[in-house]
């Protein structure tokens, strides 16, 4: 399967400067630019930052960014999902998954997320995928915003929906082991039947026991 990309971009004005939404950027454009210290929900900046950059050399793979002139303060990442997850287990090439999200905390509030996630769905080629991304409550930033488990989710819920994610049911382990826990799907208009019955199967694969 080819993974043809196309740019798209917007300003958005918050009360503590202008960003630049864009994406997907290529690899050796990201490495230029400065990822801001703030940036540590998954892994220490620098690592991530190397992660992003590598991540966005990948074929599949799509990075879109928060931009305050040349540091990044926010990014979402696509890409195959991880070998080790269940959502692997499939021949589906345009199966991707939504990684990671994160915007420095600073600029929280100001749509940042709900814009990356437009932007990202803007590009006509997202209509061939089927874009998953996997909800786990221990990944969530609950101490950070004084959030609880359930208004956390309300948020990611929201955020999500900007993309056109939406919750699907799945009887994967890790997902149902806490009721906020959840998936969150797209499936593109392109997408064929016979694919979202494979879909279907990979979200249910130990429905003979019912
Ligand atoms: C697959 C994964 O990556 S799961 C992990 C997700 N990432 C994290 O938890 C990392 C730490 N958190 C963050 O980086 C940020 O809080 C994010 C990415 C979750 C959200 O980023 P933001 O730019 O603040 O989100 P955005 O402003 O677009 O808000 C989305 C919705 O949530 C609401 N929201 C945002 N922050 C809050 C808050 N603190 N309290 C209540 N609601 C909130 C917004 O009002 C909006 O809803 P609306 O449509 O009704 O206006």
């Known amino acids: 399967m080819d993974h043809p990309k196309k740019y798209f971009s917007k300003k ?67 890409l195959y999902p991880d070998p080790l997850e269940r959502w692997s287990q499939t021949t589906l090439e345009n199966l991707i998954e939504l990684g990671a999200i994160e915007v420095i905390p600073e600029f929280r509030g100001f749509s940042v997320a709900k814009n990356m996630l437009m932007i990202s769905m803007m590009d006509d080629a997202m209509e061939d995928y089927i874009i998953i991304t996997t909800e786990y409550y221990w990944h969530w930033d609950l101490k950070g915003t004084g959030l609880s488990v359930w208004d956390y989710r309300k948020m990611m819920e929201k955020m999500m929906n900007a993309g056109g994610l939406i919750q699907f049911a799945t009887d994967d382990p890790e997902i149902c082991s806490h009721p906020a826990n959840c998936l969150m799907v797209r499936i593109g208009k392109r997408v064929t039947t016979e694919d979202i019955q494979a879909f279907d199967a990979l979200r249910f694969l130990q429905r003979y026991m019912y």
């Open 12 to 78: 958005i004005l918050t009360n503590k400067g202008e960003l630049i939404i864009e994406g997907p950027v290529e690899s050796a454009l990201l490495e230029t630019y400065v990822f801001h210290e703030n940036l540590t929900s998954f892994r220490p900046p620098k690592q991530q930052h190397k992660a992003v950059v590598e991540i966005a050399s990948l074929s599949e793979a799509r990075i879109i960014i928060a931009r305050c002139e040349n540091t990044i303060v926010g990014y979402v990442t696509y």
